[in-house]
């Protein structure tokens, strides 16, 4: 035990304890690094990336390619003029007529004056990609047209397997440029000849994208019916990846909307959310869920409510659920105020003209529910509650809704009143045969879907079937094995 000397007196507070080796060496990890050394890094990690795409180019594998295009979205946060002039410079060639303009739209002083190394074209498009993609990210619209124009040529001079997925990024990024710069239109007959073209080659990579830009570019100016035409005409690649199959998707989905052919939109924007990155692409989903919940509520379902309770989804999907309260309730005046409050949002978001039919959906639940609660009802009361100009109004939607077998109802011209009828037995009907069937349907595409998706490694059934050779072969010397041992056996027994 401590003696009383040695005690501490309680008015004396502890002395601070030295700082550990361990903390002094992690606060030197923290400290931020130069953007020199960040630089270099990132021309390392570039440096890796080409070459990849080199392997690529001579063992004629496009897979390779696709794994350089998927580190893309990390590359670019990283890009700046020095990065780029240092590549350019590098890895493009002198004999390229866009270098010295490339070079220009990054100017660095810092960087090293390095004769290029003999490279494939590969790479100079990949260098020159980069380049267009910081302009796009730097707002640089008046630069990017020119790099865009210079790159699609290139792109168009090389005619290679190794280039069909490099070349559909470039193609994006080309269309992009031309919308954020509003001359989306002059990008279209470019993009149709070389839809021409990916498809006599067989590029379905080329095919899916430039199928998806061309219905990008007709949607954007509201040509339905060209747009429509093209997908009549054309033939959506099997093998193409999932993130170009759910932007076909759900562009094919909101043609069929404009249309009036709500089960058909219905199915492909579920195929679309479906088919998007569970965790990515948080965007696309917002946009195609607000879509879907107007197409549901148009074709007279009730979206489900776990959908505007997601954590992604809530804050954007806030408009669309008070619209869809004011649908359920069939209140028009609700409805109004909605629409009213959140008008701009809806036509920025392109689904504007969809709400607005949702008026006679709403007018329609608004007269189901009254026949429900009234047997008999004069159309003067039907006008009031629905908030109509005239009873001959409330007459003439009544009728209609009738005549579509929304309710089940007589209406008395003489006396203007409505009389609703007996509800039948929705068992007695084919209401439950047509509910199973869609069901069934929904299965069965599924199955048929997750089939197709399946992949398999190249020429995975020679090696299964050499092996099922190799086992015969060794049951064969098993069996003849045995025999001999039999008759050794035998022999020894006589």
């Known amino acids: ?65 696709l794994r350089v295009l998927r580190q893309l979205a990390s590359t670019r946060k990283r890009l700046n003029d020095a990065v780029l002039n240092q590549l350019s410079k590098t890895y493009i060639s002198d004999s390229y007529e866009f270098k010295g303009k490339l070079l220009s739209y990054f100017p660095c002083s810092d ?8 490279r494939s074209v590969l790479t100079e498009i990949y260098v020159n990609l980069l380049g267009l993609i910081s ?46 710069s509003g001359r989306l239109h002059e990008a279209r007959t470019l993009l149709h000849g070389r839809l021409r073209t990916s498809t006599l080659r067989h590029d379905s990579e080329g095919q899916a994208m430039l199928l998806n830009l061309l219905l990008r570019n007709y949607i954007h100016y509201n040509l339905y019916e060209q747009a429509e035409k093209l997908i009549s005409k054309t033939t959506f690649p099997e093998n193409a990846n999932n993130n170009e199959s759910a932007r076909y998707l759900f562009y094919l989905g909101k043609i069929k909307a404009t249309q009036l052919d709500y089960s058909e939109a ?13 965790n990515a692409a948080i965007g696309f989903k917002q946009a195609a869920t607000k879509l879907l919940v107007v197409v549901q509520l148009l074709l007279g379902e009730v979206p489900e409510r776990h959908i505007f309770r997601d954590q992604h989804l809530m804050m954007s999907l806030h408009p669309y659920l008070q619209l869809t309260q004011a649908v359920l309730a069939g209140d028009l005046a609700k409805f109004s105020i909605v629409l009213e409050k959140y008008s701009d949002k809806f036509m920025k978001e392109g689904t504007m003209t ?21 047997s008999r009802i004069s159309l003067a009361d039907v006008a009031d509650k629905l908030q109509l100009d005239s009873p001959e109004d409330a007459e003439y939607i009544i009728a209609k809704a009738i005549h579509d077998g929304v309710i089940e109802a007589t209406i008395d011209h003489e006396k203007g009143y409505m009389q609703s009828n007996d509800s039948a037995n929705v068992y007695g009907t ?43 072969e060794r049951e064969q010397q098993d069996l003849e094995y045995a025999k001999e041992i039999a008759e050794e056996e035998d022999d020894g027994m006589l």
């Open 1 to 65: 035990m401590a003696s009383k000397a040695q005690r501490k007196p309680k008015g004396e507070k502890p002395k601070a304890e030295k700082p550990k080796s361990e903390d002094v060496e992690m606060k030197e990890a923290e400290a931020p690094k130069p953007q020199s050394e960040i630089d270099a890094l990132t021309i390392e990690d570039i440096k890796d990336h080409i070459s990849i795409i080199e392997k690529s180019v001579v063992n004629k594998e496009p897979r390779f390619v």
């Open 135 to 180: 302009l796009l990210d730097n707002n640089r619209i008046n630069d990017s047209i020119p790099c865009a124009q210079a790159l699609i040529n290139r792109v168009m001079s090389v005619n290679k397997p190794t280039m069909h997925l490099l070349g559909a990024r470039c193609f994006f990024y080309y269309s992009r440029a031309f919308e954020m």
């Open 266 to 278: 219905f199915k492909n924007l579920n195929q679309a959310i479906r088919k998007a990155p569970q």
């Open 111 to 118: 960087s090293k004056d390095e004769k290029p190394h003999a």
């Open 354 to 374: 969809l709400i607005n039919r949702l008026r006679h959906n709403v007018i329609k639940t608004g007269i189901k529910s009254v026949a429900l609660s009234y």
């Open 430 to 472: 084919n209401e439950p045969l047509k509910a199973y069937h869609e069901r069934i349907r929904f299965c069965l595409d599924i199955h048929n879907h997750s089939i197709k998706a399946m992949r398999f490694p190249p020429k995975s059934y020679n090696d299964n079937l050499e092996d099922a050779q190799k086992q015969r």
